[in-house]
């Protein structure tokens, strides 16, 4: 008798023959879409039993919209129903959202419990680092990275060797090899090849340590500290960060966390929409997000570098003195330093970060002979940028052409019209208080699901809170609602109640010392 594990991927077929056994059990799923993970079909056949126990059959059949899908790999559930009890809408919630916890908990790929779950790690220790969901795609995946010899990613698959690697991919498969050549034939593959980019010069390396051998043991050093660090993040070459497979529902995600950044979501919607034609680097034009103080303009950025995998720095453009935060300091100074933009390029391995220019509108170009926005007309130049020479490091320049800059500002008459050209502007107005409402309900949700004491507490926030956060700037929400749960705890409860909200007259007004989550 073959050893079967109980937990494995599935083969597509197996799926299919999956989802369809579901929509025989429960016909009234017919027209609806059912696509979760293949390793989280248990979790969606009990939430259907819980659906059938909650609504009437003349209810199911009135269930105008069901979807049922797994963007960046987590359970999602949409539905939306006609003429049901209040009482039953509420306990259908209750359900949906023990659904998408329970899925949390398992591997999306295989059905295996998950230790330790969060949202950047959510496979089992044998699928983690691996792509594709089913039994083909996971096992070119594995034997692509086994091929490849990449010593960091078969340690982050759970400390397997190679050899270790190839006996789970046959005991999850149980395939003869006549079967494994004819599914590698028959099914795309799914890996897509990273673009790299030349990065710089390697010549220039040479030349930058020649320069400071004779000024003596401490600037020797640091150049030597310089040059190990960009060779160990890749040396002449950078690789550019891909889109998900699934951008559209990540930017939908986006848009449903921050209501009032709809014009951002349309702009990324359409450049991610040409870049998944051609090799999928994420990548779009110079934006600035202009509007009040306290809207969640870079917030809003710093979740989409986290969605998207890519690294972020923030430059703080209102305290900028000169060009050196950007592009370094002179290398006649003898406390010169390169700048953040060429850390953040050279000392990391993908070449199209995220840079966020924060505050632009407060920097006043012409206050003194180092002007903190000179550098910003040619790295906003696509064709300039190609070739940027931070000023501490003059002997080789990098490719800086692929970042991806958002600026922020509260107004747009102080930033200068040669360098508004530049950028793309997107008004972005403050959220309305049922928009509101829903950031609140979104940053509660993210804070329980992050924190080690989240279970404690209920899953929704009470409506009365809610009522009384809406008068509240998005910066002022995320303290404001982390001390109502402290203050809850230290009541004894494990719901927030009015009571437990601390407003004052700064919060409500202006959002006063607060910071968002």
Same mark, same amino acid.
């Given at each position: *008798? ?64 069901? !979807?049922?899908?797994?963007?960046? +790999? ?30 949390? /908990?398992?591997?999306?790929? !295989? ?32 034997? *692509? ?31 003869? =090899? ?8 028959? *099914?795309?593959?799914? $890996? ?5 980019? =030349? ?24 150049? /030597? ?80 570098? +986290?969605?998207?995998?890519? &690294?972020?720095?923030?430059?703080? *453009?209102?305290?900028? /003195? ?15 330093? &390169? ?13 199209? =970060? ?101 279970? $404690? ?16 700037? &998005? ?11 402290? #203050? ?13 909200? #601390? ?15």
């Amino acid at each position: *008798m073959s050893k079967t594990p109980r937990h494995r991927p599935l083969r597509q077929q197996e799926f299919t023959q999956a989802v369809a056994a579901l929509r025989v059990r429960h016909p009234w799923l017919a027209g609806h879409v059912i696509e979760p993970a293949p390793g989280h079909l248990s979790v969606v056949s009990h939430l259907f039993e819980q659906f059938e126990r909650l609504l009437r059959p003349s209810d199911l059949k009135r269930l105008r919209m069901l !979807c049922v899908s797994a963007p960046r +790999e987590r359970l999602t559930v949409h539905y939306e129903l006609s003429r049901c009890s209040e009482s039953r809408r509420k306990a259908l919630l209750d359900v949906t959202i023990e659904s998408r916890e329970s899925s949390l /908990q398992l591997c999306p790929v !295989c059905g295996a419990p998950v230790s330790n779950p969060s949202a950047y790690a959510k496979r089992c220790p044998v699928h983690q680092g691996l792509q594709g969901l089913f039994a083909g795609e996971v096992r070119r995946s594995r034997q *692509m990275l086994i091929d490849q010899g990449v010593q960091q990613t078969i340690r982050d698959l759970g400390r397997f060797r190679p050899e270790d690697l190839r006996a789970i991919t046959a005991d999850e498969e149980g395939a003869s =090899p006549a079967e494994e050549s004819s599914t590698t034939e028959t *099914m795309p593959a799914t $890996a897509i090849a990273q673009p790299e980019i =030349p990065f710089l010069d390697p010549a220039g390396l040479k030349v930058f340590l020649d320069r400071h051998r004779p000024k003596g043991d401490d600037k020797l050093k640091r150049a /030597q500290v310089i040059v190990d660090r960009i060779v160990q993040a890749g040396g002449e070459r950078r690789k550019l960060g891909l889109l998900p497979a699934d951008w559209g529902a990540l930017l939908d995600e986006f848009e449903h966390a921050f209501p009032n950044f709809r014009e951002l979501a349309e702009l990324l919607r359409d450049h991610f929409a040409l870049a998944s034609l051609g090799d999928r680097r994420i990548s779009w034009p110079a934006v600035l997000l202009a509007g009040p103080a306290g809207i969640g303009k870079t917030e809003a950025v710093r979740w989409l570098s +986290e969605r998207l995998s890519l &690294p972020c720095r923030v430059f703080d *453009m209102a305290s900028a /003195q000169s060009g050196s935060p950007l592009a370094g300091s002179e290398a006649f100074w003898s406390n010169s330093e &390169p700048g953040l933009l060429f850390e953040l390029l050279a000392y990391q391995p993908l070449a199209n =970060p995220i840079a966020v220019l924060d505050e632009l509108d407060k920097v006043e170009d012409e206050r003194n002979q180092h002007n903190p926005l000179a550098a910003l007309y040619t790295l906003l130049e696509a064709r300039s940028a190609q070739a940027f020479t931070d000023l501490s490091v003059r002997d080789f320049s990098i490719d800086a052409s692929h970042v991806n800059w958002v600026a922020t500002a509260n107004s747009l008459e102080s930033i200068p019209g040669p360098l508004r050209s530049r950028l793309t502007v997107l008004q972005i107005a403050p959220p309305t208080p049922e928009q509101i409402g829903t950031i609140a309900q979104s940053i509660y949700t993210r804070l329980r699901n992050e924190a080690s004491w989240g279970h $404690a507490f209920a899953k929704q926030l009470d409506g009365n809170v809610i009522a009384l956060l809406r008068p509240l700037p &998005p910066r002022a929400l995320g303290m404001t609602i982390r001390r109502a749960v402290g #203050a809850a705890a230290r009541a004894g409860r494990g719901h927030v109640q009015p009571e437990d909200v #601390a407003l004052t007259v700064e919060s409500s007004k202006r959002g006063i010392g607060f910071v968002t989550l």
